[in-house]
C-alpha cells in the first residue's frame, strides 16, 4: 500500500510539474517570448531543403537561413488552401528583402546583398480564422558555369527583334532576368535607372507606366517609342558595334538606341537598354 502511494503521489506531482510548465510558456508567449526560428540545413551536396508545416489565423511560421553575398535565392511555397500562404524575407540587418514572384504564383526569388543570416516568414496575408498547411521548399542554385551559353549571342538578339517587330509581350519578357535589374538609359533626358523584373512586366502587361514604350506607342502613337527603331522588313538583324552591344541596322556605333547583353546561369539576358525620348 505504501508504494502505490508513493507511485500516485509522484504521478500528481509529475502532472502538476507539467501544468507549471505550460502556465510558464503561455505567460511568456504573452510578455513577448517567441520560439527561435526553424534552421533551414541543406544536407550534404544538396543545394535544396524542404519544410513542411502548418499556420493558423494570423500566425506565422519563421525559417532562418545562413547564405553569402550575390548568391541566388529561390523559395516554393506550396499551400491548401492553394496560395493562401506568403513568404517575406529580410536581410541579415533585419530589412526587407525583395523577392520576385514567378509567374506560376507559388515561386519567389531574390539575389542575396550579403552575407549573413536570412529570416523567412510564412504568414496567411487574409488572416482570420482558418488554417493553412504548406510546404516549403528553400534553394540555393549551384553557381552556372560562366564559360559557355546555351545559345548564341546572335540568336538572343535575333529573338529581341522578332519580339519588337510582332510587339510579342511574352518573348519580350523572356530576355530578361527575373532575379536582377536591369538599366533603362534615356542620353536626352540624362536618365539612367535599375528596373526589377516586376516593374518591368507590370508596364509591360498593363501598356503604361515608365517602361511600356518600349514595345507600344503612347498616347494614340504620339509617344516616342523603342520599338520605333526596328525595322518592318522582316527581323532585320541588328549591327554588333562592341563587345554585347547591339545598334539598330541603320543606327551609327555612336547610337543613343542600343541594347546590351550579358550571361546569366548560361543564356543571355538584356543588361541595358537606351534611347532618346523627349
Known sequence: ?????????????????????????GASAQHGGKAEPRRVQFKTGASSAISKGRVRGSEEAEYALAARARQRLVLRLVSAPARSASPKAFDPDGSPLELVRERD???????????????????????????????????IPPPASRSKATEPLEEAMRRFVVALEKTDAELFLSLFSRVRPFYANNPLNEYRARVTYAELERDIRGKQGMYFDYLERGDGGAYDAFVDHVTTTGAVMWRRVEGNKYVPPDGAAASHAYVKWRMEDGRWVIDEISYSQA
Open 105 to 139: 504564383g507559388e515561386t519567389w526569388s531574390a539575389t542575396l546583398p550579403k552575407s549573413g543570416d536570412y529570416l523567412f516568414v510564412i504568414h496567411r496575408p487574409a488572416g482570420g480564422a482558418g488554417a493553412t498547411s504548406y510546404t516549403l521548399t528553400v534553394t
Open 1 to 25: 500500500m505504501l508504494i502505490r502511494m508513493n507511485r500516485e503521489a509522484f504521478a500528481r506531482l509529475v502532472l502538476f510539474g507539467l501544468l507549471l510548465l505550460a502556465a510558464l510558456e
